[in-house]
C-alpha cells in the first residue's frame, strides 16, 4: 500500500470518526489493498487486522465507554504503525519463515488483545513499539506473553519511574512528581513496584548480602582457628561492613532495559 494512501487512511479516520469511515469507499480500499500487500510482501498485517477489527465492534452500536476505548486505542494503534511501516517491514521479512507466521498470526492476536482494553491511551506506542522490537530470531511464546503481561500490569507513571534509571532520561524526581501529581511517598511504591517485577533492584539488599559474607567468612575463620593448637583469634579481623541506608536504592536490571529498548 502506497504511503499516500496510509496517509489518508490515517488522516480519514481522525478528521471524520470510525462510523463514516468504516461506511467510506477508503475503507473498502486500504483492506483490499493491505490484503494484497500482505501476500506480496508480508507487511502491514498488523494494520490490516486492526482495520478488521474494527467492523463488528462499532457496526450499529451505540458507543458505550468501552467502544469508544476501542475506537480510540486502534485509531492511535494505527497512527503509531504508519509511522513505522518500513521498520515492520524490514524486521519482519527478516526474521525465518516460522516467526513470520507468529507475528502475523498469534502474536498479533495477543497484542490486539492488549490494545483493546489499554486503559491509557499513552501506553499504545509502547505496545506497538513492542511489538515490532520484538521482531528478533530470539523471541519465543515466553518471551512475547511475559513481555506483555509486564506491559499490561505496568502504568504510564510507573514506566516514566523507571526511565528515570537510565541515561537517557532528562528529568528529575521533583519534575515528575509534580507533573504525576504524586508525593514522595507514592514514588517509593512505585519504585517498590518496579522492584517486584524485576526492572528495578535493591542497593541496599546488596549491601546487606555483602555483609552477611563477610559476616560469615569472619566467623568460618574464627571457628577455624578456634580448633588450632596455638589459636589466634586475635589476628582475625572481621572486616569494615557497609552502612545500609535507611532510605531504600534502586539501580535498574537487564530486565529493565530489555524492556525499555522493547518499548523505546
Not at 476501542?70 to 519463515?97: C, G, H, T, W
Amino acid at each position: 500500500m502506497g504511503k499516500g494512501k496510509l496517509a489518508d487512511l490515517v488522516s480519514t479516520i481522525f478528521e471524520n470518526g470510525s462510523q463514516e469511515f468504516l461506511g467510506s469507499e477508503l475503507f473498502k480500499t486500504a483492506t483490499t489493498e493491505l490484503g494484497m500487500h500482505i501476500v506480496e510482501e508480508g507487511t502491514a498485517i498488523a494494520i490490516g487486522t486492526a482495520l478488521a477489527a474494527i467492523t463488528p465492534r462499532l457496526n450499529s452500536i451505540r458507543l458505550t465507554y468501552l467502544e469508544k476505548r476501542f475506537e480510540r486505542n486502534v485509531k492511535q494503534a494505527i497512527y503509531v504503525l504508519s509511522k513505522r511501516i518500513d521498520d515492520l517491514d524490514s524486521r519482519l521479512n527478516a526474521l525465518p519463515a516460522e516467526l513470520q507466521s507468529k507475528f502475523r498470526d498469534q502474536y498479533l492476536d495477543w497484542i490486539l488483545d492488549n490494545i483493546c482494553n489499554e486503559k491509557q491511551e499513552e501506553k499504545i506506542t509502547y505496545h506497538i513499539n513492542g511489538y515490532i522490537n520484538s521482531m528478533e530470531d530470539d523471541t519465543t511464546d515466553d518471551i512475547m506473553l511475559l513481555f506483555l503481561e509486564t506491559l499490561n500490569q505496568l502504568t504510564v507513571l510507573d514506566i516514566d519511574v523507571l526511565k528515570m534509571y537510565s541515561h537517557d532520561y532528562d528529568e528529575n524526581w521533583q519534575s515528575v512528581c509534580e507533573r504525576r501529581g504524586i508525593s514522595y511517598d507514592q514514588l517509593n511504591m512505585v519504585k517498590a513496584k518496579l522492584e517486584r517485577f524485576g526492572l528495578l533492584y535493591s542497593n541496599n539488599d546488596d549491601r546487606r548480602d555483602e555483609n552477611l559474607d563477610m559476616i560469615a567468612s569472619y566467623l568460618e575463620k574464627r571457628v577455624k582457628e578456634e580448633n588450632k593448637k596455638n589459636a589466634r583469634i586475635d589476628k582475625i579481623n572481621l572486616g569494615r561492613l557497609k552502612k545500609v541506608n535507611r532510605s531504600e536504592s534502586y539501580s535498574i536490571t537487564r530486565l529493565g532495559r530489555d524492556f525499555l529498548k522493547k518499548i523505546g
